[in-house]
């Protein structure tokens, strides 16, 4: 009889977890375009610091990205 179900994990927790770890990367990407696209207007340091906010804390990160750091990026005249 060949295993192809788990039977200690369901299935629903399967497609659970697919679903949160899609949105994870989705929000991880969408914050990472929302940088790039402020790089023109905010000084390098500050970029970098917040791709490697949005690395460290997975979750979090983007959602303090979305939250304060769009809201807060210093506009550079030009």
Same mark, same amino acid.
């Given at each position: 009889?060949?295993?192809?179900?788990?039977?200690?994990?369901?299935?629903?927790?399967? /497609?659970? #977890?697919?679903?949160?770890?899609?949105?994870?990367? =989705? %929000? *991880?990407?969408?914050?990472?375009?929302?940088?790039? !696209? @402020?790089?023109?207007?905010?000084?390098?340091?500050?970029? /970098?610091? #917040?791709?490697?906010?949005?690395?460290?804390?997975? =979750? %979090? *990160?983007?959602?303090?990205?979305?939250?304060?750091? !769009? @809201?807060?990026?210093?506009?550079?005249?030009?």
């Amino acid at each position: 009889m060949p295993l192809t179900v788990n039977p200690l994990l369901p299935a629903h927790y399967d /497609l659970l #977890w697919t679903a949160a770890m899609v949105g994870v990367v =989705v %929000l *991880g990407v969408s914050a990472f375009i929302s940088i790039s !696209r @402020r790089a023109r207007q905010t000084p390098l340091a500050v970029s /970098l610091a #917040w791709i490697g906010v949005v690395l460290l804390i997975p =979750v %979090l *990160g983007p959602l303090l990205w979305f939250a304060a750091g !769009r @809201r807060a990026a210093p506009s550079l005249d030009r």
